[in-house]
Nanobody, 115 residues
Framework: QVQLVESGGGLVQAGGSLRLSCAAS????????MAWYRQAPGKQRELVAHITSGGSTHYADSVKGRFTISRDDAKNAVYLQMNSLKPEDTAVYYC?????????WGQGTLVTVSS
């Protein structure tokens, strides 16, 4: 059974930084697109950033210039470096990946940014 496990969430003051990690485990033959989504209280889940198997990246306008997505294929992992955090970045962050041609979601990790 393939699964994704996130880590790195927590409480941080506005202007601070956090690094989220997500590692895939199980019988993995192929990992294509990897991404981070987030869902704030009372809002729909939204795409934060994604990275293709070739390393191309895409960011939501709200995080451009502040967040960086990266991946380590040797570790089957994806990361999200979040700098200059704002209170509006508060949300549950979910890892998402196309693994073995199936879309897999992590369980989520809470990021809280205090003002």
């Amino acid at each position: 059974q393939v699964q994704l496990v996130e880590s790195g969430g927590g409480l941080v003051q506005a202007g601070g930084s956090l690094r989220l990690s997500c590692a895939a485990s199980g019988s993995i033959f192929s990992i294509n697109r990897m991404a981070w989504y987030r869902q704030a209280p009372g809002k729909q889940r939204e795409l934060v950033a994604h990275i293709t198997s070739g390393g191309s990246t895409h960011y939501a306008d709200s995080v451009k210039g502040r967040f960086t997505i990266s991946r380590d294929d040797a570790k089957n992992a994806v990361y999200l470096q979040m700098n200059s955090l704002k209170p509006e970045d508060t949300a549950v962050y979910y890892c998402n990946a196309d693994i073995n041609w199936h879309e897999i979601w992590g369980q989520g990790t809470l990021v809280t940014v205090s003002s």
